[in-house]
T-cell receptor, first 117, second 113 residues
Framework: AQKVTQAQTEISVVEKEDVTLDCVYE???????LFWYKQPPSGELVFLIR??????QNEISGRYSWNFQKSTSSFNFTITASQVVDSAVYFC??????????????FGEGTQLTVNP | DSGVTQTPKHLITATGQRVTLRCSPR?????VYWYQQSLDQGLQFLIQ???????AKGNILERFSAQQFPDLHSELNLSSLELGDSALYFC????????????FGPGTRLLVL
């Protein structure tokens, strides 16, 4: 069975600090997709990034960057110069294929990030 | 705004009752997924429909059922409700295949008293 582990339950930083959220996954599939979602206090789940297992190139989007390392089964997420609006729960997720057109996301436990002014 | 809509936003009901949660996917998306988020279980996959057919099933209770209609909207039916069914229920949609990104609706917060 697939598994996603986010060992950091809570992280608290001061505004403008850089912060890295860790994600480690387990899968037997050779083709898979990894995701990060953000859940702000309002409760919705906001998609941030998708990465496939064949693309290990790191990605940067503004203050966000992602480091995918297949060798260590990790997909870490860094926020540079954090802001109060970044305060949210962040989930890492792994897609699991089930038959034809079947899939499901396996989520980690989430990391509660609090950015203090 | 993800383009996925869910109604109602909040639902308060009593144990033993039955409720129906509704989801409309993004325009053009054929797959609909249901997830449950609770404090003790985290985010758990319930079931997936693709173009009206069930395609993947998670640890969905027998008291729960879902369907996807010809217009692609989906309903999740929860019956014989228990206190432990109180949770945030999310619907997500994707274009079609497993590699596609799932976009989530705002969720329905269910409270069973």
């Amino acid at each position: 069975a697939q598994k996603v582990t986010q060992a950091q339950t809570e992280i608290s930083v001061v505004e403008k600090e850089d912060v890295t959220l860790d994600c480690v996954y387990e899968t037997r599939d050779t083709t898979y997709y990894l995701f990060w979602y953000k859940q702000p206090p309002s409760g919705e789940l906001v998609f941030l990034i998708r990465r496939n297992s064949f693309d290990e190139q790191n990605e940067i989007s503004g203050r966000y960057s992602w480091n995918f390392q297949k060798s260590t089964s990790s997909f870490n997420f860094t926020i540079t110069a954090s802001q109060v609006v970044d305060s949210a729960v962040y989930f890492c997720a792994l897609s699991e294929f089930q038959g034809t057109s079947g899939s499901r996301l396996t989520f980690g436990e989430g990391t509660q990030l609090t950015v203090n002014p | 705004d993800s383009g996925v809509t869910q109604t109602p936003k909040h639902l308060i009901t009593a144990t033993g009752q039955r409720v129906t949660l509704r989801c409309s996917p993004r325009s053009g998306d054929l797959s609909v997924y249901w997830y449950q988020q609770s404090l003790d279980q985290g985010l758990q996959f319930l079931i997936q429909y693709y173009n009206g057919e069930e395609r993947a099933k998670g640890n969905i209770l027998e008291r729960f059922s879902a369907q996807q209609f010809p217009d692609l909207h989906s309903e999740l039916n929860l019956s014989s409700l228990e206190l432990g069914d109180s949770a945030l229920y999310f619907c997500a949609s994707s274009a079609w295949g497993p590699q596609e990104t799932q976009y989530f609706g705002p969720g329905t917060r269910l409270l069973v008293l």
